[in-house]
C-alpha cells in the first residue's frame, strides 16, 4: 500500500515568486489536512478539505496562501509571491474519515525561499 | 483550542538506556497519536493510542484518558532511535479533526 505522496520534497523558491505543493492522499482516503513547521517549531494546523470542498482553513495565513483538492488529482497547496517567512516544511495528512482514525503523514515537502 | 506539553524537551542517553517520554493535554483529547521525526525530517507514525498500553518492539506507549496525560517507552535505546518525538491529539469537543502537537522531545542517543 502507497502512503500519502508528497512531491517535490525540495523545492527551492525566489522571493515573489509562487510555489505548488502536492499530496497525493492514501489508497481509500478522502480527507486531507495541511499542516505546516517552521524551523525549531512544532506542526501546526493549516487547512482541512475533502474532495472538492474546505472543510476548515482556520490555520492558513489570510493572504498568499490556498488550497484545494479537486475532483480529479492531488491536493494542491499553492503559495503566491513568496517570501522568506514561508520558508518551512509543509506535511500533509490523510484519513479515511473524520475522527476515530489516525492521520498518515507525508515526508513533507522542504520549502526554501532565496 | 487545547495545548499540548511535552516533557522533557530534550534528552541525551547512552545507548542502551531507557527512557520516558510524557505529553500532558489542558483537555481532552480523542485519537492521540506519537511520531518520530527523524533527523532526515520524515514524520513516522509510532502509535495511534487514544486510550490503554500499546507495544511495538522496543516502543510502547500508554495513554490515561481520564487524567489527560500519554507516556512513550523507549527501551534498549539506540542510536537510529534519535531526533524529535512529537505527541499529538484532537481535541474531544468542537473542531475535534485537526491534531494539536506538542513542541516535542529532542531525543540524541549517543553510542
Known amino acids: 500500500n502507497a502512503g500519502v505522496m508528497q512531491n517535490p520534497r525540495h523545492l527551492v523558491r525566489r522571493r515573489g515568486q509562487e510555489a505548488r505543493l502536492r499530496c497525493s492522499p492514501m489508497k481509500g482516503h478522502s480527507h486531507v489536512y495541511w499542516y505546516r513547521q517552521l524551523p525549531e517549531e512544532g506542526l501546526k494546523f493549516m487547512v482541512y478539505?475533502?474532495?472538492?470542498?474546505?472543510?476548515?482553513e482556520s490555520g492558513m495565513p489570510k493572504e498568499r496562501f490556498s488550497a484545494e483538492f479537486p475532483k480529479e488529482g492531488p491536493s494542491i497547496l499553492r503559495i503566491q509571491q513568496v517570501v522568506r517567512g514561508d520558508s518551512a516544511a509543509y506535511f500533509c495528512?490523510?484519513?479515511?474519515?473524520?475522527?476515530?482514525?489516525?492521520?498518515?503523514f507525508g515526508d513533507g515537502t522542504r520549502l526554501s525561499i532565496l | 483550542g487545547i495545548q499540548v506539553e511535552q516533557s522533557p524537551p530534550d534528552l541525551i542517553l547512552q545507548e542502551g538506556a531507557n527512557s520516558t517520554l510524557r505529553c500532558n493535554f489542558s483537555?481532552?483529547?480523542?485519537?492521540l497519536q506519537w511520531f518520530h521525526q527523524n533527523p532526515w525530517g520524515q514524520l513516522i507514525n509510532l502509535f495511534y493510542?487514544?486510550?490503554g498500553t500499546k507495544q511495538n518492539g522496543r516502543l510502547s506507549a500508554t495513554t490515561v484518558a481520564t487524567e489527560r496525560y500519554s507516556l512513550l517507552y523507549i527501551s534498549s535505546s539506540q542510536t537510529t532511535d534519535s531526533g524529535v518525538y512529537f505527541c499529538a491529539g484532537r481535541d474531544s469537543g468542537g473542531s475535534n479533526y485537526k491534531l494539536t502537537f506538542g513542541k516535542g522531545t529532542l531525543l540524541t542517543v549517543n553510542p
Open positions: 495528512a490523510s484519513s479515511p474519515q473524520r475522527q476515530g482514525q489516525p492521520q498518515h
Open positions: 478539505l475533502q474532495k472538492e470542498n474546505i472543510i476548515d
Open positions: 483537555d481532552s483529547v480523542n485519537n
Open positions: 493510542i487514544p486510550s
